[in-house]
Every structure is written in C-alpha cells, then in structure tokens.
RNA sequence: GGGGGAUUAGCUCAGUUGGCUAGAGCGUUUGACUGGCAGUCAAAAGGUCAUCGGUUCGAUUCCGAUAUUCUCCA
C-alpha cells in the first residue's frame, strides 16, 4: 500500500463507524497564546474538551498536520539523526466527545489494525496505566480486560505514569491512555529477546504507532483530580510510522513519504543516500524539514525573528547548515525541493499546490541570507583564529563562541567543526554555560503565574453582542489571577460581552466596566480559542455583581474605519495589480492598517497612486454594509468571499460586503465607508521574498497627517516670502548656496596661502632645523591642517608650530619633518601635550603630526612658544 | 516579551589608550596600450562616518535616546 491509500483506508474505516471526517486545522495556531503550533490531532478540539464550546459531532476522525520542535521526545537538534523523529509529521486521529468510550475505541483499533491493515497479531503489544499512588488511581483494569479479548496477557504491557497517563496540561483534562505497539524485528532477532521486554524502550524497531486517550479527569491547580461529567476518546497515530509498518521498512524516511524528496536531495548533491551516515543523517534532515517550512508558509507563517515565525527560520537553517556542511551546498537548494513535496502531498493538502510559487520564492530568499549570516561568521571566526594562534592558544573560549552564535547567529557545531579542522578546540562546557545565562534572562522575563479559574455563573459559551452594542450589562462568568514580573492583573471572562477580542488582525477592545459607581478598567481583550479574555487590572470588590460593560468608543470607531478600509485595499489591490493578490497578515488598530500581501515586485508608485485613488473612491461612494452573520462556508465561497490560507474556518461564517469587495470575516465593521472619510497610504515595503506590506492611515489620522503637511509647506513657503514657485526657490537657493560655498574655499584657499607665504620668510635656522613658530589669522580646523601638510611638502626639515584661534577656542598643530622624528627622536604628540598646558588643555597625534586645544586663548602665544623650545 | 550586535564611498567591508588630511577591494568615469573585444597600466570622481543630544580643548571612536537592520532566547 502507498501512502496515499493508507491514508485513505484510516479515513474510510472511521467514516464506516459513523465519524464525521472533517480537514485538518491549519498547523499554524492563531488565538491560543499557550500554543504557537498544532502539535496533536486533538487540538482543534481544545475547546470541547475544555468545556468552552459544544461538541457539533459526537464522533470525529481526521488526518492531522502537526509541528513537534521541542518536547520530551522530541527535541529539535535529534531530529534526522535517528529513523523515526520528525518536526512535522501528520497525526491521524478519531474522537469521541461524550459519545462511545473504552471498549469500541480498543475494537475499532484492533479492528482497523488487524483485520483491515493485516498487522499480524503476534507483532503487536497494548501498554495500559498501571495506576498511580499519588493521584490515587487504580490500574486501568477496563482497558486490560478489553485488550484480553484480542491479545495473550504477555503482550499487554503495564505503563507508568509517564508513559501511559495523558494530560494536557499541568491542569485540564487528563486521563489514563493505552498504546498499540508493533514489533518489527525479524524472527532471529525476536526469539533472542521478547518484544514486550522493548516496549517504551526507545528501540527503534519496537514503536508505538497508536495512542488511544480516555479522557476522564479534570487537574486542578493544586494537583488534585476530579471526575468529567462527560468523558471523551482522543486518539492520535503517527502517520508515517503505519506506512513504515505496513510498507516493511525499517525507517519512516524509507517510505515513499520521504524518499522522492530524498531522491531529489541526492541528485542535487551528487550523493547517493546509504552511502555516508553523515550525508544520509542531512538528507533526512532535510527532507524532514522541507515539509515542515512549506507547510508553515502554505498556512500563511512567514520566517519572522520571533514567535511562530522565529521557530520556523530556525528549522530551516538547521536544514541548510546540514546540506552546508556534509553535502557541500554552497547555493539555495531547499526551494528546489518544493516541486517534489508539491507531487507526493499536494493531492491530501491542495494549499502546497496553490501556495507553491511563495513557498519557493520565500524559501530560497531565506536561503540566501542565512549563506550571507554564514558568511560573516566564518570571517569573524578567522579572525579569532589567527588571534589565538598569534596568542600561542589552541581553544577558543566559550565566550567567544556564544558571541558568534548569539549576536551572529553562527551555529555552534559549525564552530566548533571548522575550528577541529584547524586544530584548534572550543570551550564547550563555557559556551553552554553562556547559553544558560541567556536561557534564565529570557524565562524571568517571560516568567508568568497563572491561578485556577474561579468560575462564577456556569455558561455554555461567550455570547459576543459587541457587533450591535458597545454597552452590555454582563455577569463575570470566572476570572483568575495572573502575575509577571511582579505585577498582577485579572482575567475576566463574562457571559456575554461587547468587547471585541483580538484577532483576524484587529486589536481587542478596551474601556470599562462598572458598578455601583466603581469602575474597573479593561485594558485589552485577547481570545483564547473560543474564550474572550478580558485583562483588568484588578479584580471588582463585588464580582458576583451585574456590571455595566461600555467600550472605548473613540478607540473602536477609529479601529473600525481602518478594518473596513482595509478590505477596501483589499479591492483595489486586486483591481489594480491583479486577483494573485492574497492576504498574508495585517493589523488593524486605531492608529492605522497594516496589510501584507502576495506580490513578486515593487508596487510602482504610479500603481500606489492608482490604488489610493480607487480606496477614496469606493469611501465616497459610501457604500453600505452588508454582514451575513451566519453563511454556511460553501454557500460564502459561492458569493466569491475571500478566505484566507492558514485560516481555520466554521461550518458558518460571517461575510462582510461593502459593494464588490466579499470578505468572510469576525471583525467590526462601519456602517457604510463614508464615514472612513479619507484613506492615505503612507507606506510600501518588501517584508520577504514575494510578499509587500503596505501602510496607511484613514479618517482624524489622515486629517491630521494633511494638515501636518500642508502646515509645514505654508511655513516653509513663508520663509521663503510666500514664493509662488517653491520648488524652484529652493533649487536656486541650493544652487546658490553652493556656488558661494565654493567662493569661500577659493577665499579661504587665497587666504591661506597669503599666510603660507608669510611664513614662509619667517624660517629660522635652529641646528640645522628649519622652524616656523606663529600665531596665525585662520578660524578653520581643515584649513590649518591643509596649511600644515603644504608647507611640510615645501621646506625640508621642517619643524612647524601653528596657533590659532578657532571658534573662539585656542589651538595649536605642530608638524615634525618624518626624518627629524626618525633622527632627532622628536615627536609632535608629545610636543602638543606639553603646549597645551599652557592653555589649559591636551591633545595628541602622530609623531609627525598632532593638534592640541585648550580653553585659555590668552595662553596661546605662550603655547606656541613652548613647543617651539623642543627644538634640539 | 527579554538580551546582544550593526549602521563609514554605488556595493562588500577595514579603521583601539578620542587627535592618522577617513581607507581597501569591487564597481563607475577618463586617458594610454591593442586591429576589435577582453584585458593591462595610469588617473579621477564619489563620504552630513544613520539621526538627535551629552561628555571633552577636540568625537567616526566614549555615553544616552531614536530610527533602521541582523541575531539569539522565551
């Protein structure tokens, strides 16, 4: 079987068993600060679990794309090195939500594994809870007596804790979970040592494949656990390991998951793959992490240097770094690969199929500047290198090191293979200790306590009231305490809310709410998942009380003339530059939009003009809104609404129109777009490769950036006698302004050398040294110097000493003949310092050359006379 | 969110006790050599040393803020 029918056999038997089959989330998470990927199947279905929001189907089976890139089992940096690691890998999964528990989740495994995928029994093992003395649990009996039916009692498998209880979190739902395990040794190998004797033993040809969670508890905040009114089943299987399994291979990257891509690698490298570990352990690398990389940026997350996007640069420059160092690319590669990703999963994930053209293009952008960041590494590196071997050392300190990874961005193993090469080491226990410095800066800035939800008013989910109001009388539903970095603030969650909280680019609400004359400020509003958070800086004295909610009303109206602005660009982009135009982020507060979009070049200005032109036009035909709140997603796209990549979408969605422009979309909206006044863009950049951002401001903004403007050019044109022509006064004032700066050189020059040759016959002959010793007329610092080095090119054995006053200040430049410092062991530095004493100042230079200020004009002559008497 | 860098010629970058006429390579322009191209040689142009403030007799250099940008951690 292929991949692909594999797949599809999973599908196909759950939806036999009444699943609903429903798409995989996008593996980017938007609105869960807890998260920044999906990294399990039941992620999507948080909420359920959480109680937050009903379950729409009681029995739900999907594949999942999930991203892993730390963890206890899976840490970044061993990802490739083994056969069975993987950022992202996909996750098939069936769910029950209050519906059927233990036992037909063990048939159904039993049954899809067994019967339909043909694993034979012998190979295979089920671990169950073994139970726990500190949370008072019990061995999962139920479990055990279900797996009994199909398996002998040796190939059942007491697990621990760690193994075999499944949590969420460090509070939420919980509960015991039982694992399918299958051995894939060959026969000499099992008679040697018994399967069950491996299992959860970290051999990789003993793996579970299956995960089947019982989710029964709830953990508290204290550690104690308490019994669901509702219990569900959660189960997730590696995709890749059931190809391995059912393909006969030893590896996952041995399947046909990995190895067209692997093939391609090789070809590209001129290596074969199974010829070298080390080339293999790149390949695989990078195979792994093509997919992850296309996949982020399918789902709309760019490489950035932070969050989400941070972690993506990361994995891949881990994979360029590997083809770097033992395949010898010296050149992009990695976007190359995306054709052949786009072949083997574009059929399960249409996004790689339209999205291919970014991918490649951001890719190979990434690509580029990571060998440039490589680049400077290896310079600095040199550096150091001819350093400590000019110092007689062979170690690089870990100091040194972590500057190069850190400020650099030059990876340590790079370090330290390069400096093996050279024969040279690196202090590696002081570069980890630098790292750690660095990790517990970062963890006490980000170190934040989070209470227990106190709930108040049991609700079955938040109902937002805050398209129609912006006042609402509310209920606290349950708030909970958080503190950071010593400062404590609440979370309020109510029964219904005006507040809009962030997201799809528009920043939450904020205002108050207020009882009996006591009003708590709400200073934003966040969602998590389905949950609005409002952040209050202190909790109510009467929490339990009915509470007038009233929204920043200037701060949401001006929010909500830049978000319908916004979808106005929205417009005009794809009128003016064509429909390739998708939405790749944006932001929209009270002070401006922010719209980041697909284009392979620079929007012209022209085309900027033409597309401000068109906003301003739609604003002033004023055209109504028209909001659907609840249009069945299929029924939308039918209208034409713009959905977005990487967006997680509801059966029913809201579609906003304002004439042409069809948006699905949850944020606020005005009435008709007159009242956005005025649109300017103010701004169009590159943010990465084949995307452009572009910034503007509407209504008081744009009235306000006018009327700057137009102040500004009225005060320049006053002072410039009201001109009727400003740009050519100021032309002919530059050009003016030049023409006589040129005459004052000229003056200056004649000056000079009016003075150059007065000095010129003031030469004393002292032993053989020809001295000039003066105070001259010349107020610039430049023109003393250039009198200085001319008059050295003209009189031999010159010993020079020139005072001056310059801007008021007394200064002094003494100039040494070289062959008289070379002789006569004189030095003008030294010359200068002592002179300036005279004046009550310093200076310095060099032997032949050195100027000295001071603060005492009046000790001036007595300066120059002093340095005079260092003649010999 | 927190840390560390960087910003000098069109480009890539040097520039240490604060005073070096602010440099190199590439590129550009001009001239010479060659039948032409390529090239070689010679010369020249090109700099508010990111911006603003402070310390100092004096700041590209030290300090602070801002902007932009790179990078690491969470």
Redesign the pocket.
Known sequence: MNSKEIRKAFIDFFAGKGHQIVASAPMVVKNDPTLMFTNAGMNQFKDIFLGNQPAKYVRVADTQKCLRV?GKHNDLEEVGHDTYHHTMFEMLGNWSFGDYFKEDAINWAWELLHDVLKIPADRMYASVFEGSADDKLERDDEAFELWRKFLPAHQIINGSKKDNFWEMGDTGPCGPCSEIHVDLRDDAERAKIPGQNLVNKDNPLVIEIWNLVFIQFNRKADGKLEELPDKHVDTGMGFERLCMVLQGKKSNYDTDVFQNTIAKIAELSNKKYGDDQKADIAMRVIADHLRAISFSIADGQLPS???A???I??IL?RAVRYGYTFLDFREPFICKLVEVLKENMGDAFPELVSQQGLIENVIRE?EE??L??L??GI??LD?LVAKAKAAGKTEISGDNA??L???????FDLTSLILREKGLTVDEAGFNAE?EK??????????QETDDWVELKKIEQVEFVGYDHLEAEVHISRYRKVTQ?NKEFYHLVFDKTPFYGESGGQVGDSGYIEFDGQKTLILDTQKENNLTVHIAQKLPVNPAAAFKAVVDVKKRTLTMNNHSATHLLDQALREVLGTHVEQKGSLVNSEYLRFDFAHFQKVTKEELEKIQARVNELVRKNLALEENRAVAFDEAKKLGAIALFGEKYGDFVRVIKFGESVELCGGTHVPSTGQIGSFIITSE?A?SAGVRRIEAITADRAEEFVKKHMDELAEVKAVLNNTQNLKKSVEDLVAQNSRLQKQIEEFERKAASGIKDELKKKVQSINGVNVIAEVIQLDS??AV??L???L??EIENLFLVLGSA??G???ISVMIAENLVAEKGLNA?AV??EA?KE????????A????????DLSGLSAAVEKAKSFVK
Request: net charge positive; charged share 25%; proline share 3%.
């Open positions: 730390s240097n932070n969050k996007g941070y972690v640069r990361r420059r990434e500047s990571f440039r960041t680049e400077t310079r600095l550096d972590f500057t990874y850190d400020t650099f961005g030059f990876p790292m660095q990790k517990e800066r970062s963890r006490n800035a980000a170190a970095k950049s943010i610092a430049q110097k250039d200085a080095f001319q050295k090119g310059i801007g200040k007394p200064s530095g200068v310092r300036a004046m009550q100042g310093g200076g310095g230079g060099q032949f050359y050195a100027t000295a200020g001071g603060k």
